[in-house]
């Protein structure tokens, strides 16, 4: 503590003018509670000799002072009650001295610039916290201002729980994190330097806890009681009811302000998990409506029961897919969504899956070859998707228990509905219409790429690049464009061209180079003009002769190079061929094919990378990305009725998708097609698939992901175009769609108030989704409010489907209708300047309470 007052207090009284007949100044100072003994030796002013009295060296003292030291100063310290006269064997050197006194509470008070007397026994009350010097220091810091004994109690509180701020928020948070612990040291502190009963009485005080059994779990019962009683659409359980507050709004926003904290709401994470089950929280959720619970988010276990009737509903086949969707949304700004990300977002492909089933019927109708590749390509792929997006989420769950039953349903949904129902009418029709000639009348064929696509660049003189992904099959480059199209500046389309067949990587890969003749050697190599197609050398031998200013790269090497190296291998290149393989080389073995879903996402990333680098570092501005093939994956096992036998001799090449031979094969469950198609008239020619989906029967591993044959999912390849906007300088032409505060008045008059918001447009193409955090301030930035999470990312063109009603809470406290309070608008995804908009209030509230509720 700093003693530098009382120091001067004592230089002073050595300094005063002897009396007449004295010689120096002896000062005794009797310190009866030991308040300054551990001060002491700062304490003696310069040129002052120090001794410490006791109650065995009086004979000592008196000794040094009048016979071995008659000069100096003295200043003798006693941390003692000062003896009686008659036994003061110093009385007599005490009459002719002076005595010094003071009490440290008076000390602490005149060092802090306390001059209210009344709060001298506050002071005094805690004069055990003040006793130590870091303690002291600690409460400086907070620099309070117009002391009060409510400021004093909340310091001290706030220095024993080590907080940096003075608040009792605060506090509460932090004794709430040391109950997680075996032994509260916080409360331990308060108990033994500070005032247990005035934490009560504050916390009775703001947020109306009066329990006559009071202790920390308690009370973290009551808040979490007091907030579910909040969003809850039920009545309360009875044995319930002594825990919701009589001051619920504070209590609301103490909660809020804890949950939604970066740090403290992990805290409040274990604090929920350890008492959830104290309240038996599920038997009454049981019991309760779905929909009356659709905000709750105090415990982990409203997320438990909503995925469990999702579930349960979706196996039931109960059908309300928008109502399911709904749901899903408005979990999304609850607590502990993303501790079930996965889950729901596991759920919400199911959903997306069955409710395309629901649209289409229970029977894939027969159309003609045309029809049916267009429904794919509008509508089926969607199936596809959901399949995907569905095991994407699944695999990435470490509790997979909840969703093992849904599970066999999307798989038997998928399997035995969506693949084998249409890949058996896809055949029917490919068999009448495609069997002489593969070519779909009016489809951009894959062997046809360079020239649909490439060459009008390469005539222009312009440069263009070309990225080659195996295995990226239609749905997966519809989800790619679609993120392309929203995170890059210029414009993005997708095409879907007819592919070869035999869907696999060597013609493919083939068919995307320029061609004027493609033929099959004996070695069954693909050869391009005179050039076999094998290997990336090979394939930029065949783009050199269509310009000679061209390239073909493999992104794994590229990826690697530097801003400079990039630019020395592209430099004066015109024709730029990228092949990257991350799809197929999960799926093609059999240790890892289950990961093909996850490849995939992988994929993404890996081409928005190497599309921000050729934009960056070469200013790319004509990107073309597209594929070898598609492919069919089911996550079940794969059983004899799956396969299909074969019977074939000198066979090119056999695989499980597809036989090439010199001969036309007639075998029982096949589809015997020529390869006059991209071969030449009179190649010789044929490849055999199997009818649906099935495998032919080889040896080895490896079964469930396949391609090759003739199914839309293989088949159909897409191309995605993007035009990367010189024109914009670097910025990006995308916005986040538009929110605003459809209220008209700006008064509050009640605790509780209403707000609604409105999206003015719809998330579409270049206008994205927006997340906003909500709350109130008053003029310094104090959070007065609960906070409410906006997702604002509707694609409905109907006004109701972008309205948002949000529900605020204002904490109860004096409120001036003379002052500025805001309401602030702020973007969770921004960095830097995330203040989305800051509305000016009045709150004009007659009287703070609880009214409202």
């Known amino acids: 503590m700093n003693l530098k007052e009382i120091k001067n207090v ?68 006693a941390n003692m009650q000062k003896p009686s006269p008659r036994e003061n064997y110093l009385l007599d050197i005490l009459k002719y001295s002076t005595e010094f006194s003071t009490d440290k509470t008076t000390a602490i008070m005149r060092e802090l610039g306390v001059k209210d007397d009344s709060l001298k026994g506050v002071f005094k ?13 600690s409460f400086t810091k907070y620099e309070i201002e117009n002391y009060t004994e409510e400021k004093i109690d909340i310091a001290v509180l706030s220095v024993l729980c080590k907080l940096d701020v003075c608040d009792i928020e605060s506090v509460i948070k932090a004794l709430f994190a040391e109950e997680l612990k075996d032994n509260n040291k916080y409360l331990e502190a308060i108990e033994k330097f500070g005032d247990v009963k005035a934490f009560w009485r504050l916390v009775e005080k703001y947020y109306g806890f009066n329990l006559e059994d009071r202790n920390l779990e308690k009370l973290i019962l009551f808040f979490m009681v007091t907030n579910l009683s909040y969003t809850l659409d039920e009545a309360i359980p009875r044995t319930w009811g002594k825990y919701v507050s009589s001051k619920k709004s504070d209590c609301i926003v103490f909660m809020s302000h804890f949950m939604s904290h970066s740090v403290d709401s992990k805290i409040y994470d274990a604090l929920s998990n350890k008492f959830e089950d104290k309240l038996n929280i599920q038997l009454y959720i049981k019991e309760w409506d779905i929909d009356n619970y659709i905000k709750c988010d105090v415990f982990k276990a409203f997320d438990k029961a909503i995925i469990s009737k999702l579930v349960e509903q979706l196996l039931d086949d109960i059908g309300e897919y928008d109502k399911y969707t ?17 889950k729901y977002e596991a759920i919400n492909a199911a959903v997306e899956l069955f409710k395309v089933k629901k649209n289409i019927g229970e029977f894939i109708r027969q159309y003609k070859v045309q029809e049916f590749f267009e429904k794919y390509t509008n509508e089926y792929y969607v199936i596809d998707k959901a399949y995907r997006r569905f095991y994407a989420a699944f695999d990435k769950l470490e509790d997979k228990e909840a969703l093992v039953e849904l599970r066999e349903k999307v798989e038997n949904t998928y399997v035995n509905w969506f693949v084998d129902e249409l890949s058996v009418k896809w055949s029917n ?4 219409e495609l069997q002489d000639n593969w070519n779909i009348p009016l489809i951009t064929q894959q062997k046809d790429f360079y020239n649909a696509f490439i060459k009008q660049h390469v005539i222009k003189g312009e440069r263009v690049f070309v990225v080659v992904s195996d295995a990226l099959r239609y749905e997966s480059a519809k989800e790619f464009s679609d993120i392309l199209n929203i995170e890059r500046k210029g414009f993005t389309e997708i095409y879907a061209m007819q592919g070869v067949i035999p869907s696999y990587t060597k013609l493919g890969m083939a068919s995307l180079l320029p061609n004027d003749k493609i033929q099959i050697d004996d070695k069954t190599e693909i050869i391009v003009d005179g050039i076999n197609s094998a290997g990336t050398d090979n394939r930029e031998k065949v783009l050199l002769k269509y310009s000679e200013n061209s390239v073909a790269i493999q992104y794994k090497d590229l990826i690697e190079m530097s801003r400079s190296e990039f630019r020395k291998t592209f430099n004066g290149k015109k024709l730029i061929y990228i092949y990257h393989n991350s799809i197929d080389a999960v799926g093609d073995h059999a240790a890892t094919e289950r990961e093909v879903f996850n490849a995939v996402d992988e994929t993404f990333k890996e081409l928005k990378t190497l599309i921000n680098d ?23 096992l794969i059983t004899e009725s799956d396969k299909t036998s074969k019977n074939v001799e000198d066979a090119a090449v056999e695989k499980r998708r597809f036989i090439i031979s010199d001969k036309k ?53 897409p191309v ?4 990367n906007d010189r024109s914009k300088n670097g910025k990006s032409d995308t916005k986040k769609v538009e929110v605003k505060l459809t209220n008209i008045s700006r008064k509050i008059t009640s605790v509780i108030t209403y707000l609604e918001f409105f999206q003015t447009e719809k998330v579409e193409d270049k206008k994205i989704p927006v997340r906003l955090k909500i709350y109130f301030t008053d003029e310094e930035g104090n959070r007065i409010s609960n906070e409410n999470i906006i997702i604002a990312d509707s694609k409905s063109t109907k006004p109701e489907d972008r309205s948002y009603k949000e529900k605020f809470t204002l904490k109860s406290m004096p409120y001036d209708k003379k002052k500025k309070y805001y309401l602030i608008m702020e973007d969770e995804e921004e960095a830097v300047e995330n203040i989305y908009e800051k509305i000016l209030f009045i709150i004009d509230i007659a009287i703070s309470d609880d009214f409202g509720f």
């Open 720 to 723: 995605i175009k993007f035009k």
């Open 429 to 432: 029709a490919i068999s009448d």
């Open 10 to 77: 004592l230089t002073e009284t050595f300094n005063k003018e002897l009396d007449c007949g004295k010689k120096r100044h002896i000062v005794f100072w009797y310190d009866e509670e030991g308040e300054f003994a551990e001060d002491i030796d700062e304490l003696s002013p310069d040129n002052v000799r120090g001794l410490k009295l006791t109650e065995n060296n009086s004979y000592a003292i008196k000794y040094e002072i009048e016979k071995v030291d008659k000069v100096s100063h003295f200043l003798i310290y």
């Open 326 to 342: 709904e749901i899903i949304s408005a979990r999304r700004t609850t607590h502990f969504f993303n501790d079930f990300a996965q």
């Open 665 to 717: 094969q007639d075998m029982e469950g096949t589809i015997c097609f020529s390869m006059d198609y991209i071969l030449g008239k009179d190649s010789g020619k044929y490849v055999t698939v199997p009818r649906g989906s099935n495998r032919f029967k080889v040896q080895g591993e490896g079964a469930n992901f396949v391609h090759g044959g003739a199914t839309l999912q293989e088949i159909v390849v």
């Open 614 to 636: 050729l934009i960056n570092n070469v200013s790319a501005s004509n990107i073309y990305i597209t594929s070898d093939h598609g492919f069919i994956y089911k996550r079940g």
């Open 125 to 137: 009350r805690y004069l055990k916290f003040f006793n130590n010097k870091e303690r002291y220091a």
